[in-house]
């Protein structure tokens, strides 16, 4: 039987002029994590947040605060999104040599350590540290924008991880991020998704917030 499911709700499509007010509804909503992701114009084509962001979010919501660092050198800033208050701190294995490092950093700081694959990516690439993570990010689309449609051939790579992750006994949350609607949302949940990120689909929802997260839970029910 699957996982039951967690519900990451990623800021990136959040209206940032009422963004106390956003996170308040998603609480509200029953979102379990928020997901912040960071984006430099160099590893991915867009520029957004950055630790003060996140530090802001820490003051507005006990809720876990799930980062994603798609970044170039994301050992540079390990410490300071830490110290704002991440919860879970997700890395890149595209262009990171050091990457064992990178994630010994973070679990030394009692932040809890991911990796992430883009679509383009092999699960034969981050097999070597799976022991050292909490969580595999599958990306269903190319990183950079929220609102792009989902990629379902990368439902082979999770299941791939989930044979690897029961056959290893390990714990593993495997998360997907990229054009998760109502939709979408129950392949990936059955290939053997356990967080869904979800961005568009929570906070462009035409009855609002609550109702989009409503729409996730009820795909899966």
């Not at 998603?26 to 520029?47: K, S």
């Not at 507005?60 to 980062?67: E, G, I, R, T």
């Not at 679509?119 to 190319?142: K, W, Y």
Request: one cysteine or more; aromatic letters at 4%; hydrophobic letters at 45%.
């Amino acid at each position: 039987m699957p996982s039951p499911l967690l519900i990451s709700a990623s800021l990136l499509s959040a209206d940032f002029l009422h963004l106390a007010d956003q996170i308040a509804a998603c609480e509200n909503a029953g979102v379990d994590w928020l997901h912040i992701d960071v984006l430099d114009g160099h590893f991915a084509p867009n520029i957004s947040m950055g630790p003060f962001i996140v530090e802001h979010c820490r003051r507005q919501s006990s809720l876990p605060l799930d980062v994603h660092l798609m970044i170039e050198k994301p050992e540079r800033y390990i410490q300071a999104f830490a110290a704002a208050g991440a919860d879970r701190l997700s890395v890149h294995i595209e262009g990171n040599p050091n990457i064992h490092r990178t994630l010994q950093e973070i679990r030394s700081l009692n932040v809890s350590p991911g990796i992430v694959i883009n679509p383009g990516t092999p699960v034969s690439a981050i097999t070597a540290v799976l022991p050292h993570v909490d969580m595999v990010l599958v990306m269903s689309v190319n990183p950079g924008f929220s609102g792009q449609s989902f990629l379902p051939e990368v439902l082979d790579k999770v299941r791939e991880i989930r044979q690897i992750a029961l056959q290893s006994q390990m714990d593993l949350h495997i998360q997907i991020d990229g054009g998760i609607t109502a939709q979408t949302l129950p392949a990936a949940y059955h290939a053997g998704v356990t967080v869904a990120v979800a961005a568009t689909a929570i906070f462009k929802h035409p009855q609002g917030i609550a109702a989009g997260v409503a729409a996730l839970r009820n795909s899966i029910a």
